[in-house]
């Protein structure tokens, strides 16, 4: 049987923001809608004053973030997409991208591992020209081992330094003409040098 201090209300806070939805003892419990000062707002459940549960917030910049949420953050699974088109689904931890987790952004798409909010652990990065580098991440940028596809057909396997290829590796070229593949050879980066991505975002 439902308490009699289960109920439905509207609370208006000293800061501007405005909650209507379920309450419980005069506390937001269950779900409600809240409206912030600067207009973004929270539809979802709630649980002790705080948005937790299943819900979505949209902020006033347009960008929505939806998913579950502890103590007003995201937390688990959930997804977020922004006005210029960047787009996150997968996990986070404490209202930040953490996880495994897959984001797109401008015809380029990375899936993988991310830690605070970065793409580290082992993932693809597919670049809008074609260009793919599967392997290894920290703080962001290849490093560790990894394969990287260039546009024009060749591929690098082996170690890479802050997103440049450094240490071991073999760079496996192949020649073709009129779209006919003629054969492939294989180098050292030793013989080489320094391999760079080609130019792209």
């Known amino acids: 049987m439902k308490s009699v201090r289960d109920y439905k209300g509207k609370i208006e ?29 929270y539809e979802g459940d709630f649980d002790q004053g705080e948005m937790t549960g299943k ?7 347009g960008t929505v973030q939806e998913g579950e949420w502890k103590n007003g953050k995201l937390e688990g699974e959930g997804k977020e997409i922004h006005p210029d088109g960047e787009e996150y689904t997968g996990q986070y931890k404490d209202g930040v991208k953490h996880g495994k987790g897959i984001w797109k952004k401008e015809g380029n798409e990375y ?53 440049k290829r450094d240490g071991t590796g073999k760079l496996t070229m192949y020649f073709s003409y009129s779209n006919k593949r003629l054969g492939t050879e294989e180098r050292s980066l030793k013989e080489v040098g320094k391999i760079t991505r080609e130019t792209g975002s």
């Open 13 to 41: 806070y000293k800061d501007g923001s405005v909650y209507e939805g379920h309450l419980k003892e005069g506390v937001p419990v269950g779900v409600g809608r809240k409206i912030m000062p600067d207009k973004s707002y």
């Open 55 to 61: 819900g979505k917030l949209v902020h006033s910049d």
């Open 111 to 163: 899936d993988g591992d991310f830690v605070n909010g970065k793409h580290e652990g082992t993932g693809t990065y597919i670049w809008k020209d074609g260009q793919k580098y599967t392997g290894s991440w920290k703080d962001g940028m290849e490093n560790g081992l990894g394969k990287l596809c260039l546009k024009n057909g060749w591929v690098y396997e082996g170690d890479f330094l802050n997103r």
